[in-house]
């Protein structure tokens, strides 16, 4: 923060406006904030902000709503006894900004457009829809309205129940190999960036225990950029085919599991495909590609299990938390549900099996 990339150190940012909005990924991400965000308040203060000018905004997006316990989960117990932390609410408290050159209408938290300096924290992943995520994603979805979402999201890339996977945009399928300055959403979100003045980000790249490993700093463009040249190592894997069975656990983003099933594509033709994932909370609460009811499923981009589930004869889903429909759907059809990895190695069986684990398949990218 103090030899950021690109921009002039946090503290330099921070005299010239004296408050700040600090804007921080919610809880589908892995990412420990607690001392960078002690971090990033260090810096503001030695500027000569004040508490009450300082306000943390959760980045939820599309997500659902969070409570206190998440809150403290994600920045700590003494950030949220000292700051005012809220939930960004798409549907309202709004400010439009205008239209973005692909004709996304851009509506922004009014709340974060009312700080001078806005701050972004959050961590750099493999994303299924913009290559990677982190930088201006935290501003749309993240604190963006529905409209300017399901733009974004099914106008430009195409993710929509009604549309084929043919329809989707070249540049934002489900392979994660899309070179992150091409991808058509991140251009359209870094437009929205620019538009809604978003001054610094703090992006981390994270291991498969769910640590900060690497810290990117600075513009809110050129910090993930730089951040994404180490990414597409760091979180590579190669890959072979022709597997009987796949376990594939969902640990970095358990809450969005769905992410997890792209290992399918290692299997052979009917073989087993095994998606542990431990969420106490269960699948998120999408309002945008969520399902809302069995008879009107409702979300404005609902989907379906993905595509890549097809290539599976079985899905075993190995979870001490069971759920009858997930909000976010994992799996439909022919899936076994079991809670424990005894129960798992009955059901796929003792044989002589070629079989493939994935540590974290929701951060890992197939090379």
């Given at each position: 923060m103090k030899d950021?990339?690109?921009?002039?150190?946090?503290?330099?940012?921070?005299?010239?406006?004296?408050?700040?909005?600090?804007?921080?990924?919610?809880?589908?991400?892995?990412?420990?904030l607690e001392e960078i965000a002690r971090s990033v308040v260090g810096e503001l203060k030695k500027a000569g902000v004040s508490d009450e000018n300082i306000v943390f905004i959760c980045a939820n997006g599309a997500h659902g709503t969070y409570d206190r316990e998440d809150f403290a989960k994600k920045l700590g117990e003494e950030t949220v006894e000292s700051y005012s932390v809220f939930n960004h609410?798409?549907?309202?408290?709004?400010?439009?900004?205008?239209?973005?050159?692909?004709?996304?209408?851009?509506?922004?938290?009014?709340?974060?457009?009312?700080?001078?300096?806005?701050?972004?924290?959050?961590?750099?992943?493999?994303?299924?829809?913009?290559?990677?995520?982190?930088?201006?994603?935290?501003?749309?979805?993240?604190?963006?309205?529905?409209?300017?979402?399901?733009y974004n999201h099914g106008v430009i890339g195409g993710w929509s129940a009604a549309m084929s996977i043919r329809e989707l945009h070249p540049t934002c399928q489900m392979a994660y190999g899309r070179v992150n300055e091409e991808n058509a959403l991140r251009r359209d979100a870094e437009e929205a960036a620019r538009m809604a003045k978003f001054d610094f980000i703090v992006n981390t790249l994270v291991n498969t225990r769910r640590d900060n490993t690497h810290v990117f700093a600075g513009d809110i463009v050129e910090a993930q950029r730089k951040g994404v040249e180490v990414a597409r190592s760091h979180y590579s894997t190669q890959i072979s085919m022709d597997f009987d069975v796949v376990i594939s656990n969902a640990y970095s983003k358990a809450s969005e599991a769905a992410?997890?099933?792209?290992?399918?594509?290692?299997?052979?033709?009917?073989?087993?495909?095994?998606?542990?994932?431990?969420?106490?909370?269960?699948?998120?609460?999408?309002?945008?590609?969520?399902?809302?009811?069995?008879?009107?499923?409702?979300?404005?981009?609902?989907?379906?299990?993905?595509?890549?589930?097809?290539?599976a004869g079985k899905v075993v889903f190995v979870s001490k938390y069971q759920e009858k429909q997930p909000w976010l759907e994992v799996y439909d059809g022919n899936v076994v549900k079991v809670r424990t990895p005894e129960e798992m190695i009955e059901e796929i069986g003792r044989d002589k099996l070629?079989?493939?684990v994935f540590p974290d398949a929701t951060i890992q990218k197939p090379f």
């Open positions: 950021p990339i690109a921009s002039k150190p946090l503290s330099k940012l921070a005299e010239e406006s004296k408050e700040a909005v600090i804007v921080f990924d919610d809880m589908t991400r892995p990412t420990r609410n798409p549907l309202t408290n709004l400010e439009y900004l205008g239209e973005t050159s692909a004709g996304t209408p851009v509506d922004i938290n009014a709340e974060v457009m009312s700080y001078r300096l806005k701050i972004g924290l959050g961590c750099i992943l493999p994303h299924p829809q913009f290559g990677y995520g982190g930088g201006a994603k935290i501003v749309l979805p993240g604190v963006a309205g529905i409209r300017s979402i399901t992410i997890a099933t792209w290992t399918s594509l290692c299997l052979k033709q009917s073989g087993t495909l095994v998606i542990v994932c431990n969420s106490k909370t269960g699948q998120i609460s999408h309002y945008v590609h969520g399902r809302w009811g069995m008879r009107r499923k409702g979300g404005f981009l609902y989907l379906p299990p993905p595509e890549t589930l097809n290539r070629k079989v493939a």
